[in-house]
């Protein structure tokens, strides 16, 4: 069965703080995604990556970084939360085909509700 | 640059009616696909139906179809026999080199 974990349901952490985000898939996907959803917006590409040690910046990646050390683990860190990065990330994975960003589908993890007070 | 609009961002259908979702979408592209996710509350969002863009004949699975009109730019999702577990919201999502995602559709099944 298909599978994609994130680390943490639910995160509370302090302005100022560096937060880690873990997502680990078990399908040997080559791309991985990190979105942050929001009410009223949808979700919003963060950064994507479609090979180790390879990232993409997505379409809000402004106080976001990503690490990709091994094909099974994308991480989400951001260097010094602040409180409109309170939010919840969506992790993802998907096959590569021909070098296109994601023509078969996307599968999620749980997402991590994120507070930063 | 592409765009994805759900002009809809709540609806209600009563159980075992059938509704329909719009989504429209923006692009000078003629190479793309398209998606609906389906995410239930406190659950994994995961994948309704795909669409390719060059393929006239629109997608079906099961209860889910789409009405793909692609010179509208029109992506509609129709939901048959509606049932409780299909209260979720539903994002429609277009994908080229990049992936856009409308801001969602939250459906309420009225039992």
């Known amino acids: 069965d298909v599978k994609v974990t994130q680390s943490s349901r639910y995160l509370v952490k302090r302005t100022g703080e560096k937060v880690f985000l873990e997502c680990v898939q078990d399908?040997?996907?080559?791309?991985m995604f990190w979105y942050r959803q929001d009410p009223g917006l949808g979700l919003r590409l963060i950064y994507f990556s479609y090979d180790v040690k390879m990232k993409e910046k997505g379409d809000i990646p402004e106080g976001y970084s990503v690490s990709r050390e091994k094909k099974e683990r994308f991480s989400l860190i951001l260097e010094s939360a602040s409180t409109n990065q309170t939010s919840m990330y969506l992790c993802a994975s998907s096959l590569l085909n021909n070098g296109r960003i994601d023509i078969y589908e996307q599968y999620f993890g749980p997402g991590t509700r994120l507070t930063v007070t | 640059a592409q765009t994805v609009t759900q002009s809809q961002p709540e609806m209600s259908v009563q159980e075992a009616e059938t509704v329909t979702l719009s989504c429209t979408y923006d692009t000078s592209e003629s190479d793309y696909y398209l998606f609906w996710y389906k995410q239930p509350p406190s659950r994994q969002m995961i994948l309704v139906i795909r669409q390719e863009a060059y393929k006239q004949q629109n997608a079906t699975e099961n209860r889910f179809s789409v009405n793909f009109q692609k010179a509208a730019k029109s992506f509609s999702l129709k939901i048959s026999d509606s049932q409780l577990g299909d209260a979720a919201m539903y994002f429609c999502a277009y994908v080229d080199d990049k992936i856009i995602f409308g801001k969602g559709t939250r459906l309420h099944i009225l039992p």
């Open positions: 399908m040997d996907h080559e791309n």
